[in-house]
């Protein structure tokens, strides 16, 4: 059974930095994707960064420059570097995991649909 379990939310002030971490225990590495969405309230869920197996990555245009994904296959996690955040970067965030990456077939890294395991989210509030 996949877990996939984040932690590192918390409050912040904005220009302020935090590191959320996805542990995906049990998970095989092996020709994957894993990302990031956020959700906050009142809004739909968006794609924030993905990274696949052979660590190409993708980001949302309103975090290049702030944000890096990253990732230890060894301890099977993945991460989000989260640097000068605004307070419109709050919100719940989520960490997914498919098999293989979305544009391998022609899907888009930032669309949920494609992605089949997801955590529980960890809140991230900047004021």
């Known amino acids: 059974h996949v877990q996939l379990v984040e932690s590192g939310g918390g409050s912040v002030q904005a220009g302020g930095s935090l590191r959320l971490s996805c542990d995906a225990s049990?998970?095989?590495?092996?020709?994957?994707?894993m990302a990031w969405f956020r959700q906050a309230p009142g809004k739909e869920r968006e794609g924030v960064a993905a990274i696949d197996s052979d660590g190409y990555i993708r980001y949302a245009d309103s975090v290049k420059g702030r944000f890096t994904i990253s990732k230890d296959s060894a301890k099977n996690s993945v991460y989000l570097q989260m640097n000068s955040l605004k307070p419109e970067d709050t919100a719940t965030y989520y960490c997914?995991?498919?098999?293989?990456?979305?544009?391998?077939?022609?899907?888009?890294?930032?669309?949920?649909?494609?992605?089949?395991?997801w955590g529980q989210g960890t809140q991230v509030t900047v004021s």
């Open positions: 997914a995991a498919v098999s293989k990456p979305p544009w391998w077939n022609g899907g888009s890294w930032y669309d949920e649909r494609e992605y089949t395991h």
């Open positions: 049990k998970y095989t590495f092996n020709k994957h994707c």
